[in-house]
């Protein structure tokens, strides 16, 4: 099933959820994901879980604790460094595990996206699984404020471009939330809604970030 509904018909929000699972897992293992070489930065992993409530699908978006000493109050997906001996697969779910308390098996990932690297020193490889019959929630105050759900509908949106004093690469922000998503999340959600939703092989990895997410 083709996922671009440009070339094809095909409306990933007008088919069951089993057909999008479907569709958004073909799309995945078709798409030329790139990695690229830490070169002393950190590796990193972040989790777009497909969250499928039966009527609707969307996200989990976390506000990040204030007593954080990186990143405090940002607006982020589930994520962070890979321990010694995982990939990128393991290292998310075990950090959705941490954050949100939702244990998922590994047959839940249905692909990765292209690595991004951080002005922060990191290499963040987003990986996207598919999360059915969603338990209850059980965020970690140390790591998470709040949890935002983010219905598909409202990723499936055209970014803005901005320019960022001190670099000359444009950033990209997303309307969510009553505002902005700044990149890196709005890079790697904006790259997802391409290659997911629509089946567009889209780069993201040259958009800079604002100068408040460098340190």
Not at 16 to 45: I, S, W, Y
Not at 82 to 102: S, V
Not at 177 to 201: D, K, N, S
């Amino acid at each position: 099933m083709a996922v671009d509904q440009d070339r094809s018909g095909y409306r990933w929000n007008d088919v069951p959820a089993n057909r999008l699972r479907a569709a958004v897992a073909q799309a995945m293992d078709a798409f030329p994901r790139r990695t690229v070489d830490p070169e002393g930065r950190k590796p990193a992993a972040v989790l777009i879980a497909i969250v499928d409530r039966g009527a609707e699908q969307g996200i989990w978006l976390t506000e990040r604790a204030p007593s954080l000493r990186a990143h405090a109050g940002q607006l982020a997906l589930p994520g962070g460094r890979l321990d010694p001996g995982e990939d990128p697969q393991a290292a998310a779910l075990r950090e959705l595990h941490e954050e949100l308390g939702i244990a998922l098996p590994r047959s839940a990932v249905l692909g990765l996206l292209d690595d991004y690297p951080t002005r922060s020193g990191y290499i963040m490889t987003p990986v996207v699984a598919w999360v059915a019959d969603p338990p209850a929630l059980a965020p970690n105050p140390a790591e998470v404020a709040s949890v935002h759900w983010i219905p598909l509908a409202e990723l499936d949106v055209d970014p803005r471009f901005a320019t960022v004093p001190g670099s000359d690469r444009p950033t990209i922000q997303l309307p969510l939330l009553g505002g902005h998503l700044h990149a890196p999340t709005a890079a790697i959600l904006h790259q997802f809604r391409e290659v997911a939703l629509h089946g567009r092989a889209t780069r993201v990895d040259h958009f800079d970030q604002p100068r408040f997410a460098w340190e």
